[in-house]
């Protein structure tokens, strides 16, 4: 676990090992990142939804990690004044691929769906023999930015 400052902004990263536990961890570790940036608790509702967006991408992107390139190494948070960004690093080449879900009501197929509904964007890059799955949003004062359902 680390944290470190870039620019105007502070960076925390988190190394990961398997998949036992590592969604709980993940947002354990963001829960804290948001309270000691001041962003929880919440001084309005509308922060409070932030702080809860923000969580369920977290589990999101993790647990696409677990299911689907063997479990993430990194985690890092990353928070400027108007955005903050996330990303979950694994060691498999094979980038994200959105699905349909085959029944709506039913659970799987459903992660991708969520970012692209909550984040103001997302994406992926190779890194060495693997791949970083990012996403970003607005800050608690900036969350109006995020994308708006069709």
Do not use: N, Y
């Given at each position: 676990?680390?944290?470190?400052?870039?620019?105007?902004?502070?960076?925390?990263?988190?190394?990961?090992?398997?998949?036992?536990?590592?969604?709980?961890?993940?947002?354990?570790?963001?829960?804290?990142?948001?309270?000691?940036?001041?962003?929880?608790?919440?001084?309005?509702?509308?922060?409070?939804?932030?702080?809860?967006?923000?969580?369920?991408?977290?589990?999101?992107?993790?647990?696409n990690a677990c299911l689907h390139a063997g479990g993430p190494t990194e985690f890092m948070?990353?928070?400027?004044?108007?955005?903050?960004?996330?990303?979950?690093?694994?060691?498999?080449?094979?980038?994200?691929?959105?699905?349909?879900?085959?029944?709506?009501?039913?659970?799987?197929?459903?992660?991708?769906?969520?970012?692209?509904?909550?984040?103001?964007?997302?994406?992926?890059?190779?890194?060495?023999?693997?791949?970083?799955?990012?996403?970003?949003?607005?800050?608690?004062?900036?969350?109006?930015?995020?994308?708006?359902?069709?």
């Open positions: 676990m680390g944290a470190s400052v870039r620019g105007q902004g502070q960076t925390r990263r988190l190394a990961l090992f398997g998949t036992k536990g590592v969604v709980s961890r993940c947002r354990d570790f963001t829960q804290q990142a948001l309270a000691d940036w001041g962003w929880t608790p919440a001084r309005s509702r509308r922060d409070a939804e932030f702080a809860e967006d923000v969580l369920l991408l977290v589990s999101e992107l993790v647990t948070l990353h928070h400027t004044a108007d955005r903050l960004r996330i990303e979950v690093a694994d060691a498999s080449p094979q980038h994200p691929r959105p699905r349909v879900p085959q029944v709506v009501s039913q659970p799987g197929g459903h992660g991708l769906i969520v970012i692209e509904r909550l984040a103001r964007s997302w994406g992926w890059a190779p890194v060495g023999d693997g791949k970083v799955v990012w996403l970003e949003v607005g800050t608690p004062a900036h969350a109006a930015g995020k994308r708006q359902p069709p």
